[in-house]
């Protein structure tokens, strides 16, 4: 059994896509289970299955879980946060793309959820996804009860309106209306964005009872990562492919957005991502954690083409 | 110093609408101290404060924390929840005065959130609220980490998806499209206003620490209550005086909207009424706990005038 188990864990080294798809397929079931039917009003439950099913990468849920191996804990004690978690984005993904904040008719190739189930559904449907997170993350019985408490303090508040992702949002707002700073870029992204990377990282953290010192290096880890992967958005805008990323190329351009390669220049961004990333693998090396596989992931957040 | 609490729960005792005016305003600060000042986004926070200022009776919170002094608990204890029930009650209202909802431009005669802030600004202020009021519950620290658990699994099943508030808003919107019956619309009362009071009530029981049984009860209290306090507004919709109620009066008739005066007629929606008090008092005699005021409090919601 020993031996079986360090084989597939060097398998899974050896090929850190096939470990991401693997992974992936668990989150994929586990977010369908975790979605609660409701005699009461299906078209809700289908409206928030929609989004959750047209999902991504999955990046936030795949970290946190690789994150805890790292710390030598089977990932299956972080599977409902992950959930939680690209419950989460998912939800901030319906009320961003509501005619009322972008206004986006497409996310990933698909129509948005306001264009399949009105507005009205597509608000309620972020709301039910925002609340249920929360329950999924209580109902955990696999982890304490204090563990829990803090795993809903840290998502609440880095998802949540003073510093964390809602505030980023706000701030995203006014940056589509007036071009901003570099600082400011990246304060937006760090709340927008890094916020629930940093919940990934923390999250397991606290599973794997870190103590305060890896906490603040695993917030600071998620911090460049965060902008890495940002700025490797921004990037993609540029270079990447329509097909692949979901959305026209050139739309940040055409929107006259602020953005890394708007304000550096496409060489001045690829500079900042390697820097970033740089960053990022400095803090990896010094975990004490088996950070192979994190370390492939960074990477592959700068390079990725979608 | 015992004198001189007994002599205040006289006092109290005599006078329910100063013993409301005194919790009101102990939970119109506690609020205030709650939505957290955010240098990222002040406008978000304003938003967010714009709202719960324009505060009503707090009927929710104010049942809380009667029913924790009912069972001899001092209501300090219940201030969190209290108020971490009136975000989630006022972010619901910030999200069904939408355009896209119920296109409200008044709310308790001021303008709704989005007139004042723009749609954008308010689904994030009803998200911010959302989110939060579940960091307030978790950072409750005079509450042991286990009622923590038990508070937000409540909170967040009760104003969730499944058979929760969300569900409740889902059912509204189609029954202002088309004409329901008794029994859904009490499904929908049932959902969208008594989970809320429900919460109230159980809340108030985890902090008591009541067994299972009374918490039944509990939950029954709270159906009935919740279905009085909802028949009640129908009949103000007929009865009452538009400065009083906040929204011009005849708006559920102007509207087509069925209630349960359009479907029992004045003086059956009034017995209706009646009968659910009747219900709710009768389980009131039944709980271990000194419940004068909570009867005053349940005779109060059927007779209030806004």
Known sequence: MGILVSLTKVERRMNLHDYMAQLRQEIDQYLILLIKTSTDAPVLNEAMLYSVENGGKRIRPVLLLMMLEAFGIDHKNGMVAACALEMIHTYSLIHDDLPAMDNDDLRRGKPTNHKVY??????????GLLTDAFLALVEDDNLSADIRVKLVRALSMLAGSSTGMIAGQVLDIDAEKNPVELNTLKRIHHLKTGRLIEFACLAAGMI????????????????????????????????????KIGKPVGSDVANNKSTYVSLLGLVGAKEMLASEIEAALAVLVKLPADTKLLKQLTLYVANRDS
């Open 118 to 127: 009105g507005e009205a559904v597509a608000i309620l449907a972020g709301d």
């Open 208 to 243: 794997a009872k870190q103590n305060d010192e890896i906490m603040a290096s695993l917030s600071e880890y998620a911090h460049h990562l965060g902008l890495a992967f940002q700025i490797q958005d921004d990037i993609l805008d540029i270079e990447g492919d329509t097909d």
